[in-house]
Every structure is written in structure tokens, then in C-alpha cells.
């Protein structure tokens, strides 16, 4: 017979009890310290000194589970100024913890501090942090891992071990320096030297044989591995050679889990796969490999970094007599650099999870709705300057032929305070003014206007915004993300957006949800979401060239009328400007 019934009972109430806990007696305060420092790295036989956390390149992991809250004392002792971010996570009404420089903050100045504080509502996954002022991302970046809640499994079998691995770019020379260099030029930056998996460039480089990302496997596992694309300006493709992945998780939302032999990932997002390794020990170690997907013109960095996924030798395996022989190592084939089609088909298998227990709240009706063309263009030459922009012009970039202009004190501060007034101006346009072929010939005028332009949303406002690259200085995949919110991605296609045929497409049932989409190259995507969640949330391609160059603007969605929802005060260690 089964257990008794005082037994039976014990459980009983120990499983009640435990449903009847609330969330917060559950849920704890995770407190973490990041001091700012300088670090020395060496790296392809050449020393930097970066910016880092903790002395630590890249930076700490934050663990936490869903429903934590974190308190994050960054102290900053650079003489830069600094802000960080925590990517995708939602920031409910806690906007003042964002981290985008001059948009939710003013910066955290030289031996100044700010504890950064905020609660993980309803999100479970992999997510990361990062600065987010000029390219001081470059060096200061980490993964945010969020456990699902005590008790409460993955929707998929429990993996024996989890790795982050995040995908990095790394610049012998000090990438302030790359940024400025460009922006007074008017040209293209210097592009990086090697790519990175935590940190590490690999053999495939000169001078880099040692510093390998090395992942040591047990034959007979499922390994799960957390993947962050932190590159500055490059989409990246991923694989492991000889095995398949199985995608169960982006953007710290589940997904219909598929198999794929290689992976593409967008600067911003994450993407958690499933890593079976091999029933029997191999006698083969395999390279992990990543290289960009290219889409514009211009020069970049077409090189490749890659890890060693290496097996564990059984004890009990038999030596074929000659111990130290030299396994044989295999190599992924990579998709070639601007292999778009393998990019459509990979984000079209893409889709929610959408179970009772997650399921994909799609917004079904939209209140109002958007169109935004993102892509480059130019601006004229000053007077007593030579630049090295297309046709001696400057190079910008824009979302509906605005480029966003930073503003001297943040936004959040200006709006809460009643003082935007000389700050922004709540009239960013909802579609270009000058309709044009946007995928065709380019225009004559290619000049972009610029401002700080905000657009201005009721709360609960039910969105639905369509992005459409342009062609103006050639077609390009451009990574949007968006703060404080994740995204239903409804639909996308080729060429310009038909308002009357393609929305009859879109998928309203399972679409993928998510923090960062890339805009198709020569094509446009459409996404749904709904502003429920007030405060100034930044918008911005996640190439950090275009977003220095102003392909950025900010939503700021209004308080509602319940006390819930409205954003909180601001803290009162809030930096000033
Ligand atoms: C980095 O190396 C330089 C040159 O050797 C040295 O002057 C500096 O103190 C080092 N910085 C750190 C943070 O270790
Ligand atoms: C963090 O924010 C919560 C909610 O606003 C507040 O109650 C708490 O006092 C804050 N903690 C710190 C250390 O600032
Ligand atoms: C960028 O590259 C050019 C050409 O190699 C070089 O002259 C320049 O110093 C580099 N700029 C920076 C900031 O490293
Ligand atoms: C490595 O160095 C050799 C010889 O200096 C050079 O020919 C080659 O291009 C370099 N390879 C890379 C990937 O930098
Ligand atoms: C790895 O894949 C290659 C190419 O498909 C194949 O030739 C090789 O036998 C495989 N090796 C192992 C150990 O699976
Ligand atoms: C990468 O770029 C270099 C320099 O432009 C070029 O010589 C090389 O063929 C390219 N490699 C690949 C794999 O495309
Ligand atoms: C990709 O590049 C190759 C080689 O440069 C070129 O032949 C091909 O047309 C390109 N494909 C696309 C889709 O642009
Ligand atoms: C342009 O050149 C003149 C004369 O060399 C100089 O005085 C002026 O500061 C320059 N202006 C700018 C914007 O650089
Ligand atoms: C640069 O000038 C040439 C010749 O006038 C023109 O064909 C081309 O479209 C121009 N490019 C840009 C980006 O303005
Ligand atoms: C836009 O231009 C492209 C390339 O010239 C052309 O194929 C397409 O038909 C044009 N689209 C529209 C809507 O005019
Ligand atoms: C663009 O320039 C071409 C050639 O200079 C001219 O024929 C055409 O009318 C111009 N188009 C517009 C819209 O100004
Ligand atoms: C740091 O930020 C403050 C406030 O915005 C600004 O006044 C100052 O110029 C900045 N310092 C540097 C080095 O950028
Ligand atoms: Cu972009």
C-alpha cells in the first residue's frame, strides 16, 4: 500500500501551505556590488587596459529567481561616467533603474555610486547587463540568470549542467576612442580584431591558441547552454560542429522547441539551447564556432572565434595503445557572412511557447498604430572639414528621417518632474512624412533632420508598430530593441509593408515574444505590445554604431489612473547631471 494517511496528510499541508505562501515570503532581496574598475587584459599578444566590473572581463553573473529582488550598488571608480543596464528585464514601474545614460538617468559620475533596484516579475530565462553609455559596453557586460520560482521545473527535461556563453567583440585599441574618432570624421568606425566567447578570441587567431573557451562535457548529458550576443555591431551566426541544438528559450521567454544544426542571434538577445552530447565517448573533441551575418556595406570584421567542446574520457575507456595521439577535430560549416535566407527560415520557426501555464498574450486589438522607417542616411559636412562619410558627407542614422539628439539631462527626470520644456518634444511622427520607395532606388536627398522627439502613449495602450528598413545608403538587418517591454513579433516580409495585404498574415496565436527583433534587411517586421508599464523606455537599433549615429528614439507611456500604475518616485540616490 501507499504512504499512511498521517503521512499523506504531513505532505498534504506542506504542498498547501506551500501554495498558499505568497510570493514575497518566497521571493528574497539578492544584493550584488559592482565596482567599476580599470583591468589590464591581454589579448592576441596585446595588452588593454578596459573598464570592467569587479576586475573581472567579462563581468559577474547575476543569478536570481523570478519574483527576486535585486539591489545593485554600482560604484563607479573610472573616470568615465557610467550607467548600466539589465537587459529585458521589464522594469515594472521601477523605470528609474533602467540604465540608459541622459533617458532614465543622468550618468553615475566618477566616485559617485547608485543602487540600482528592482523586482523580476514574470520573467524566467536568460537576460544580461551591460553599460549603456557610448561604447563603454564593449568591455562591461555579464549575464542575468533567472531561475524559474523554487519548485517550479523548465517546461523541458532538466538539463545535468548550464553554461553561459557570451558572445563578445573585442578591440585591441580603446573602442571610446574608435567612437569619437568616427563621429568627427563622419565616417565608419574602426572595426574589432576578433570575436569572443566569454572573453576568449580562440585558435583561429594569431597569438590566441591559449585563449579558448573550453567546454568540457560528460558523454550522455543535456547540457543547457545560456548564449548572449554582446558584440557591438555584429549580428552572429553559431555552431557546434557534429551536434544539434535544440532552441528552447529566447529572450527569457519559452519557445516551441526545434532543432537546428547552427543559430543566428542578434546583438541584444539571448538564446538558451538544449545540448545532447554524444551517447558514447567520441575520441573527437569539436569546435564551437561563430562568425557575422552581413548585411550592409562597408568594411567588418569577417572573422571567426571559436571554443572547444571537449569530452570527458570515460575511466574506464580502453587506450587504443597510443594514449597521447591527437584526437581529430571537427569544424562547423557557418552559413556564408550574408546568407539572409538561413536568417528568414531560422526566425520563422520561431514561436512561443504558448502553454496554460505561459501563455503568448498577443494583443488582438490595436489602439493605435505605428510606422517607422529605420535605416542610415547623412548629414552635410561642417564647413572647414574634410569627411569621410558617403560622398564627403556624415554618416547618421534614424528612425522616420529623425535622428535622435541626446539630451544634456534625462528624460525620465525631465517628465517626472514637470520639466521637459527645452528637454524633448512629445511630436515624434507615427509614419515618415515623405512616403517613398523605401527598398528601391535610393532618394535623391539623402539628409536626415534631427531632435529629440518623444512619442507619447496613454497607458494600456494597445500598440502596433511596423519597422521598415530602408535602402537609402543600401538595405541592412537592423537588431531594434526595446526597454521595459517584451514585444509580440506578428509578422514580417520583403520590400516595402503592404498595409492592405500583409497584415491578413500576421500570426495572432503564437508569435514569438521577445526584447530585441532584427528589421530584415530590404524588409520590415511588425510587432505588437501593450503599454502597460509606465516611465520613458528607450528604443534603439543594438548595433552601436547606429545608435551613436541617432537610430534611437524614446516611448514615454503615462501613468495610469489606479495607484498601481503609476511609476514609483525616484530613489533619492538618483544620479544628477
Ligand atoms: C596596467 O598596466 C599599466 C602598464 O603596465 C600600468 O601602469 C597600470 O597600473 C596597470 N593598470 C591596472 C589597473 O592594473
Ligand atoms: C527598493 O524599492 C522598493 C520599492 O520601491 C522600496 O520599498 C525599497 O525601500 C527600496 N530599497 C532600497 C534599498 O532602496
Ligand atoms: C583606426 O584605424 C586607422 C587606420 O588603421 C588608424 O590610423 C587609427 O588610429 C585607428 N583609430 C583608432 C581610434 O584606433
Ligand atoms: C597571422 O599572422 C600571419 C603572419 O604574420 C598572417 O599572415 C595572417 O594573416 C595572420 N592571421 C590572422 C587571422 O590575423
Ligand atoms: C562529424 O561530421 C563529419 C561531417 O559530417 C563526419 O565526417 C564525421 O564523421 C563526424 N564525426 C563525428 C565524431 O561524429
Ligand atoms: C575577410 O576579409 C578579408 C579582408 O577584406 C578578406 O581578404 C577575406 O577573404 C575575408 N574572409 C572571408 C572568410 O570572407
Ligand atoms: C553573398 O555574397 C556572395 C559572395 O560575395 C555573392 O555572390 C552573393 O550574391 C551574395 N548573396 C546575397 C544574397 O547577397
Ligand atoms: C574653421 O576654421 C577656422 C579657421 O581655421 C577656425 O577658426 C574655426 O574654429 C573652424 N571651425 C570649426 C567649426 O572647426
Ligand atoms: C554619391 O555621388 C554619386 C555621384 O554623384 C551618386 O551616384 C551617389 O548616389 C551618391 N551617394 C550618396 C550616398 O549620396
Ligand atoms: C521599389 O523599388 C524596387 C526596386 O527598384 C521595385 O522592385 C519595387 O517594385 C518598388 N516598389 C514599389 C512599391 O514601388
Ligand atoms: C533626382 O535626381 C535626378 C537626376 O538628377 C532627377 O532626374 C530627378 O528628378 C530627381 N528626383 C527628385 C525627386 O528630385
Ligand atoms: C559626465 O556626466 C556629467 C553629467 O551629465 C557631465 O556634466 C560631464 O561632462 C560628463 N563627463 C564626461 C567625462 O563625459
Ligand atoms: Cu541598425
Not at 528592482?118 to 557586460?141: D, E, K, M, N, P
Not at 545608435?547 to 503609476?566: E, F, H, I, M
Amino acid at each position: 500500500m501507499g504512504a499512511s494517511p498521517a503521512l499523506m496528510g504531513f505532505v498534504l499541508l506542506t504542498v498547501l501551505s506551500l501554495c498558499l505562501l505568497p510570493e514575497s515570503v518566497l521571493a528574497i532581496t539578492r544584493h550584488y556590488k559592482f565596482n567599476v574598475e580599470l583591468k589590464n587584459v591581454t589579448r592576441l599578444c596585446h595588452t588593454k587596459t578596459l573598464v570592467s566590473v569587479n576586475g573581472q572581463f567579462p563581468g559577474p553573473r547575476i543569478v536570481a529567481r523570478e519574483g527576486d529582488r535585486l539591489l545593485i550598488k554600482v560604484v563607479n571608480h573610472v573616470q568615465h561616467n557610467i550607467s548600466i543596464h539589465w537587459h529585458g528585464i521589464r522594469q515594472l514601474r521601477s523605470g528609474w533603474a533602467d540604465g540608459p545614460a541622459y533617458i532614465t538617468q543622468c550618468p553615475i559620475q566618477t566616485g559617485q555610486s547608485y543602487i540600482y533596484n528592482f523586482t523580476i516579475v514574470g520573467q524566467r530565462g536568460t537576460l544580461w547587463w551591460h553599460a549603456h553609455i557610448s561604447w563603454l559596453r564593449s568591455t562591461l557586460y555579464g549575464p542575468i540568470i533567472i531561475l524559474p520560482k523554487r519548485g517550479i521545473p523548465y517546461p523541458f527535461a532538466k538539463p545535468y549542467k548550464e553554461v553561459p556563453i557570451v558572445f563578445g567583440e573585442w578591440f585591441k585599441s580603446d573602442t571610446e576612442a574608435i567612437i569619437n574618432q568616427a563621429l568627427q570624421t563622419g565616417g565608419g568606425p574602426n572595426v574589432s580584431d576578433a570575436y569572443t566567447f566569454n572573453g576568449l578570441p580562440g585558435p583561429l587567431y594569431n597569438c590566441s591558441a591559449k585563449d579558448a573557451f573550453k567546454l568540457k562535457v560528460k558523454s550522455g548529458k543535456t547540457y543547457l547552454l545560456r548564449l548572449v550576443n554582446s558584440a557591438l555591431n555584429d549580428d552572429l551566426f553559431f555552431s557546434i560542429a557534429n551536434h544539434t541544438l535544440t532552441v528552447v528559450e529566447v529572450d527569457a521567454v519559452y519557445v516551441k522547441p526545434f532543432e537546428t544544426e547552427t543559430l543566428v542571434i542578434t546583438p541584444g538577445q539571448t538564446t538558451n539551447v538544449l545540448l545532447e552530447t554524444k551517447p558514447h565517448y567520441p575520441s573527437a573533441t569539436f569546435f564551437m564556432t561563430a562568425r557575422p551575418y552581413v548585411t550592409g556595406l562597408g568594411t567588418f570584421d569577417n572573422s571567426t572565434v571559436a571554443g572547444i567542446l571537449e569530452y570527458e574520457k570515460p575511466l574506464n575507456f580502453i587506450h587504443s595503445g597510443n594514449s597521447i595521439k591527437k584526437l581529430p577535430l571537427f569544424k562547423p560549416i557557418l552559413p556564408p557572412l550574408n546568407d539572409t535566407n538561413f536568417v528568414t527560415n531560422f526566425v520563422n520557426k520561431l514561436r512561443s511557447l504558448g502553454s496554460a501555464q505561459f501563455p503568448a498574450n498577443v494583443p488582438q486589438n490595436v489602439d493605435k498604430r505605428f510606422f517607422f522607417t529605420v535605416g542610415l542616411g547623412t548629414s552635410p559636412c561642417p564647413r572647414n572639414q574634410t569627411c569621410q562619410g558617403p560622398n564627403g558627407t556624415m554618416f547618421e542614422a534614424s528612425i522616420n528621417n529623425i535622428s535622435f539628439v541626446m539630451p544634456t539631462t534625462a528624460l525620465l527626470q525631465a517628465h517626472f518632474t514637470g520639466q521637459s520644456n527645452g528637454v524633448y518634444v512629445p511630436d515624434f511622427p507615427t509614419s515618415p512624412l515623405i512616403p517613398f520607395n523605401y527598398t528601391g532606388n535610393p532618394p535623391n536627398n539623402t539628409m536626415v533632420s534631427s531632435g529629440t522627439k518623444l512619442v507619447v502613449l496613454p497607458f494600456n495602450t494597445s500598440v502596433e508598430l511596423i519597422m521598415q528598413d530602408t535602402s537609402i545608403l543600401g538595405a541592412e538587418n537592423h537588431p531594434l530593441h526595446l526597454h521595459g517591454y517584451n514585444f509580440f513579433v506578428v509578422g514580417q516580409g520583403f520590400g516595402n509593408f503592404d498595409p492592405n495585404k500583409d497584415p491578413a498574415k500576421f500570426n495572432l496565436v503564437d508569435p514569438i515574444e521577445r526584447n530585441t527583433v532584427g528589421v530584415p534587411s530590404g524588409g520590415w517586421v511588425a510587432i505588437r505590445f501593450l503599454a502597460d508599464n509606465p516611465g520613458v523606455w528607450f528604443m534603439h537599433c543594438h548595433l552601436e554604431v547606429h545608435t551613436s549615429w541617432g537610430l534611437k528614439t524614446a516611448w514615454l507611456v503615462l501613468d495610469g489612473k489606479l495607484p498601481n500604475q503609476k511609476l514609483l518616485p525616484p530613489p533619492a540616490d538618483l544620479p544628477k547631471c
